[in-house]
């Protein structure tokens, strides 16, 4: 690692020519991050890759007339010199992660990524004392603020008030079939399934030791079996429902999360307070999950209600009866 970094260049050390290059190269790399963006979100947000399409075309612009300029100034070799190579330069984030991003994140990236190349050229520019120089990175500077504000104006022209607002549907959507229903199945299968078999054990045995084992076991395997059962459900290509792995691991991780919720509390040793704090967490796992239904699957709070609370008591007095018996 040491190496690497020791081989980087100070960008106060770079010639002029160097500064051109480096610009060339940056241009080059944002158009193709922005193509990128503008292939990935084609299918489902149309109006957003036109965006990022003509945001691509104006870096391609740019990139010409710094090379037409390097010509005059320099000739046709241009050095090659990247991002990676000068030491303190603004990174980009690798394009695979744009897997992960929502639309919206999407979006931001991009106008970080304009604002951080315009802040860049104009401090450097207000570091060197040649004034060639001086004037390049601020020419740079300009540029790259007219890109912000031609990525506004790309945004008025192809995503305007009812395009934006039917794209952020379509991705408030996506993120509630892909992150927010199986993690909810994955909540209510932990917290409502794990009931029975962590509260009989306690009751029967009235040892927390053992019963924390159980509810641990209980509540991996249910998450793992759980989160299986998502990810292998569907591929999402025809449902929309998005990455089967996405899927998978909301409903693994907050079906394990809604079993340990109870059973955790009987690390403390002593049984009747365990309990009475384990019975305080079911309270507030079964109202939590009422509230997401209501909140984002638009379940009615009254019928929410019914389905949770009242099956989780049935399954805790389940539990409670033949463990006592």
């Known amino acids: 690692m040491f190496s690497i970094l020791g081989s980087r260049r100070q960008f106060r050390d770079l010639s002029d020519q160097e500064v051109l290059a480096l610009a060339i190269s940056s241009e080059e790399d944002d158009s193709r991050i922005y193509r990128s963006y503008a292939e990935r979100l084609r299918a489902d947000y149309p109006a957003s890759a036109a965006v990022f399409d003509g945001m691509a075309e104006e870096e391609d612009r740019h990139r010409q007339r710094l090379i037409a300029l390097h010509r005059i100034r320099f000739g046709d070799v241009i050095p090659l010199i990247r991002r990676e190579h000068v030491a303190g330069f603004y990174a980009r984030k690798p394009v695979w992660l744009m897997e992960t991003m929502t639309l919206e994140q999407i979006r931001g990236e991009a106008e970080a990524m304009e604002r951080q190349a315009a802040s860049f050229y104009q401090l450097a520019a207000q570091r060197t004392q040649d004034a060639e120089t001086r004037r390049l990175l601020g020419d740079l500077a300009a540029a790259e603020m007219g890109h912000e504000n031609a990525a506004h104006a790309l945004e008025d022209k192809h995503l305007g008030g009812e395009a934006r607002s039917a794209e952020d549907d379509t991705a408030h959507r996506q993120f509630l079939l892909t992150w927010v229903q199986p993690g909810l199945a994955g909540l209510m299968d932990g917290s409502v399934s794990t009931l029975a078999p962590i509260f009989a054990t306690a009751f029967a045995t009235q040892n927390t030791h053992t019963t924390v084992l159980v509810g641990l076991a209980a509540s991996v395997g249910a998450g793992i079996s759980m989160g299986f059962t998502e990810a292998a459900s569907d591929d999402g290509q025809l449902s929309g429902r998005g990455s089967p792995l996405k899927r998978g691991i909301a409903a693994g991780v907050m079906t394990t999360l ?58 805790f007095a389940a539990g409670a009866i033949i463990g006592g018996g």
Not at 271 to 287: D, H, P
């Open 258 to 315: 809604g079993g340990l919720g109870h059973a955790l509390p009987y690390l403390i040793p002593h049984f009747w307070t365990a309990t009475i704090i384990a019975m305080i967490v079911v309270f507030v796992e079964l109202w939590a999950i009422v509230w997401i239904q209501n909140r984002y699957m638009q379940t009615p709070f009254l019928r929410a209600t019914f389905q949770v609370v009242l099956g989780g008591a049935l399954v």
